[in-house]
Nanobody, 131 residues
Framework: QVQLVESGGGSVQAGESLRLSCVAS????????VGWFRQAPEKEREGVTA??????????ASSVKGRFTVSPGNAKNTDTLYLQMNSLKTDDTAAYYC??????????????????????WGQGTQVTVSS
């Protein structure tokens, strides 16, 4: 049974940093995508970053490029994925979710940041950034 458990959310001031963790378990031996998504109140869920355990390009939403980093860069053979969030802005306030997909290669797909492509989800962790 696939499980994803997030942690590390909290409340910070604008300009500060947070690191989120996602512990994944129950996956088989095949490659899969692991992504971070977020959803602010009254907004649609949006993709933040996605990485493929088979290697290749990592997806980042344009709104977080240069500020957020997913690690490890090579997601193969690791059970914990991190999202380092620097220079946080009030617009980054949202519930953050870890998600996984075992049915497509997100390193090459146009749909890497599309939540509809992901079939496993964590329970979410709240990030609140105040000015």
């Amino acid at each position: 049974q696939v499980q994803l458990v997030e942690s590390g959310g909290g409340s910070v001031q604008a300009g500060e940093s947070l690191r989120l963790s996602c512990v994944a378990s129950g996956f088989g031996t095949g490659d899969f995508c692991v992504g971070w998504f977020r959803q602010a109140p009254e907004k649609e869920r949006e993709g933040v970053t996605a990485i493929y355990t088979g290697g290749g390009n990592t997806y980042y939403a344009s709104s977080v490029k240069g500020r957020f980093t997913v690690s490890p860069g090579n997601a193969k053979n690791t059970d914990t994925l991190y999202l380092q969030m620097n220079s946080l802005k009030t617009d980054d306030t949202a519930a953050y979710y870890c998600a996984a997909a075992d049915r497509f290669d997100c390193s090459t797909s146009f749909y890497a940041g599309d939540p509809d492509e992901y079939n496993y989800w964590g329970q979410g962790t709240q990030v609140t950034v105040s000015s």
